[in-house]
């Protein structure tokens, strides 16, 4: 929440400054868990997020909101093409089936976005 509203300050310091927030819902998630447990569920969760790691930029901020759910905030973006390209590469990859303890587990994610200023 601090990195948020400090990208919400500059924002309004500095029009030109742009940022992104997505809301990312894993879809498929509880029956992973429910048939599989929750060591398996938490594995899952921990391949998903190294995953989202490697395709967002090092100064972006993952965070897990809690269950299924994360926030990714995408700060001093060029564009709102630049977030939209994120999200494509975010649902390509998360649609993507994870092997976790010899289990191959298809997922994906609803995303949605929000910008700091419309264009």
Not at 19 to 31: E, G, I, R, W
Request: with cysteine; aromatic share 6%.
């Amino acid at each position: 929440m601090q990195r948020l509203d400090q990208a919400i300050q500059l924002s309004c310091r500095q029009p030109s400054h742009l940022y992104a927030v997505l809301f990312l819902d894993l879809d498929h998630f509880k029956p992973v868990n429910d048939a599989l447990g929750h060591t398996v569920g938490d594995r899952l969760l921990q391949h998903i997020a190294d995953q989202i790691k490697l395709l967002l930029r090092k100064s972006d901020l993952v965070a897990r909101l809690g269950g299924d759910e994360f926030a990714i905030l995408l700060d001093d973006i060029p564009d709102e093409q630049h977030a939209l390209i994120a999200v494509k590469r975010l649902q390509q990859q998360l649609n993507t089936p994870f092997v976790v303890d010899d289990h191959t587990l298809s997922i994906g994610a609803s995303i949605g976005i929000t910008f700091s200023t419309l264009g």
